[in-house]
Each structure stands twice: as C-alpha cells, then as structure tokens.
C-alpha cells in the first residue's frame, strides 16, 4: 500500500526534466515467504525494477536513517538526454516492509533527499560504497 506519494509535477505531466518523486510503500512481509532481512526485499524489488528498464547502480548497502538502520539500493535508467535515479532504502517493522524510494533528475539530488531521512534524534549517515 502506498503511504505518500509527492512528485514535482503531476505524474501524467510532461517535462523536459525528470519528474522528481518521494515514494513511501509498505507491504505485508507475510507476501514475501523466506524474507527475513531489509536486504533480502531486494531480490523481488530489483527484479521488478528491471524488468522497467533500470540497470542497478550500487548493490544494497548499509543506510542510517537516525535511530533505525535500513539498507538502501540505487539504481538509473536512461530515457534519452536525461537519465532517472531511483533509490529505495527499506526497513522491516512490525510485520511490514516499508519503502523508501526517491526518483530524481541526478545522484546528487536523491542522495540530497534521502539523506534527511530520518526516524530520532540527529543526523542521518551512511555507508557508500562509491567511497573509500
């Protein structure tokens, strides 16, 4: 079930830039038999992101959202001048998955935006691959 869904323009809009998003989802972990971690949900979620012709960027790593550790996957597609970022960071709670997931016109703007995730007290951090 979808919680929030915001976009920067209505989703049936065109526009010559990437229609920025914030998705927030959750499902029943019950709909998942085997799933026992955040990081197992991608399994299903980077298949279905494929099959919408996005290649993954960085596999699922390790993401802080304040008091609550998620794990976070990136992922693009290219749509001809312009490419999409796609990132979701998930977390399982009570029964649930719950998603995460930020589209974007760069890297720059969704790690912008996922990076003020967050659930307590304090900064957001986390653990890129990209660096060393």
Same mark, same amino acid.
């Given at each position: ?9 209505? &989703? #049936? ?19 998942? &038999? ?12 980077? #298949? ?63 790690? #912008? ?20």
């Amino acid at each position: 079930m979808v919680l929030l869904a915001v976009f920067e323009r209505p &989703p #049936e809009a065109t526009g010559r830039t990437v229609n920025s998003a914030v998705v927030i989802a959750a499902e029943s972990v019950s709909a998942y &038999p085997g799933l026992k971690t955040a990081a197992d949900y991608f399994g299903p979620l980077t #298949e279905v992101t494929l099959s919408k012709g996005f290649k993954v960027v960085n596999e699922p790593f390790d993401f802080s959202g304040g008091a609550n550790q998620l794990v976070r996957g990136d992922f693009s597609k290219d749509m001809g001048t312009l490419t999409m970022h796609q990132s979701s960071a998930v977390v399982l709670k009570k029964g649930y998955v719950v998603s995460f997931t930020v589209i974007g016109g760069s890297e720059d703007e969704v790690d #912008e935006l996922l990076e003020k995730l967050s659930f307590g007290l304090g900064s957001p951090t986390r653990k890129n691959p990209k660096t060393k």
